[in-house]
């Protein structure tokens, strides 16, 4: 906030004492200000942008431009000479403009990167993947590429691999086993036919949080961030990260359960509220069972009532049937 205060003071700054030099210095302070607010504003704006469609937009303004005069050239000599000026500022505008839309909306996917790997005559890699510690720990990542759902390249950079080192390294023991069994996730995902790893050395030393290396990377490299921690998720989509939440994916392919179905499950233990009873079904969803309390240890059939859909997950609410409870 300083830095941009500073900013604008300068500029207002160097406006007044210009505007000394013709006799009008509040005019010169006033556009000096006004200036200052207009990069201000761009320089915000941009912030937002990727790289690749600022570069892009670019390219397509000036290639826009480009082709504004030479449509225009051989129309100097049908012109008239008064009318060469609109009509090239005209033209300049509509092809300019356009150029600019369709610059910013094909360059999103350029980075860095893939234009060094351009100039050195490479293809440029598609499909960039980036795995957090906790979706390796996790494993399931590693059944879903088998099966063909993940495809491209996974990089793996230098500093989650050391993150799981450390994990593995940990004396606390169940850190110890979440570690090992991250790398050994890791080891079975180099053998899948269907992905490549790559091994990342590109670091962020002035970012010490491993999360916001991962979003800075997956930023450079225009790559997806693949996860299992919600508030992860959410940053990274805060900040034009593309998010891939195996939480997600697990949500939404659990069985479709309706109101009024009819399901039959093991009471495991009591609600939370007044005479509630659990049950669980096969993937591990919730069941609330009203009344059910009583028949903990008993394999009832229910009726489901309600269906909840949170952000943890999908919650079902269910009765025991009439013929059940008599």
């Known amino acids: 906030m300083f830095v941009r205060s500073l900013f604008i003071v300068i500029f ?26 207009i990069f201000l504003g761009i320089e915000s704006r941009l912030d937002k942008v990727s790289f690749g469609s600022v570069l892009g937009g670019l390219v397509g303004l000036g290639i826009g431009i480009l082709a504004a005069h030479l449509l225009l050239f051989p129309l100097t000599y049908v012109i008239a000479d008064e009318s060469r000026i609109p009509a090239f500022f005209i033209l300049s505008a509509v092809l300019g403009y356009s150029g600019l839309i369709i610059g910013l909306n094909r360059g999103k ?59 593995a390294d940990s004396p606390d023991p169940i850190r110890r086993t979440k570690g090992r069994r991250g790398l ?74 309706l109101p009024g179905e009819s399901l039959s499950l093991f009471i495991a233990k009591e609600g939370k509220e007044h005479n509630q009873g659990v049950a669980y079904l096969d993937d591990g969803t919730m069941v609330v069972v009203e009344n059910g309390r009583k028949l903990i240890g008993k394999t009832i059939d229910l009726t489901v009532t309600s269906v909840l859909q949170t952000t943890a997950g999908r919650m079902i609410f269910a009765k025991v049937r009439e013929d059940e409870q008599h």
Do not use: C
């Open 12 to 37: 207002t700054l160097a406006g007044y004492l210009y505007g000394l030099k013709t006799s009008v210095p509040w005019q010169g302070a006033v556009t000096g200000l006004l200036l200052g607010g």
């Open 109 to 167: 996917n350029m980075s860095i990167p893939a234009i060094m790997r351009l100039f050195k005559g490479q293809e440029p890699e598609e499909d960039l993947k980036v795995f957090d510690t906790s979706v390796i720990i996790d494993g399931r990542i590693a059944d879903v590429i088998e099966v063909g759902f993940v495809e491209g390249t996974f990089m793996l950079p230098q500093f989650i691999l050391q993150e799981l080192q450390y994990i």
């Open 184 to 257: 050994d996730i890791l080891h079975r995902i180099q053998k899948l036919a269907n992905i490549r790893v790559k091994i990342v050395e590109q670091d962020f030393p002035k970012i010490k949080e491993v999360d916001a290396k991962l979003i800075a990377l997956a930023r450079l490299y225009n790559a997806k961030v693949v996860t299992n921690d919600f508030n992860l998720s959410k940053v990274a989509q805060v900040q034009g990260v593309a998010v891939l939440n195996i939480n997600e994916l697990a949500n939404i392919l659990k069985p479709v359960v």
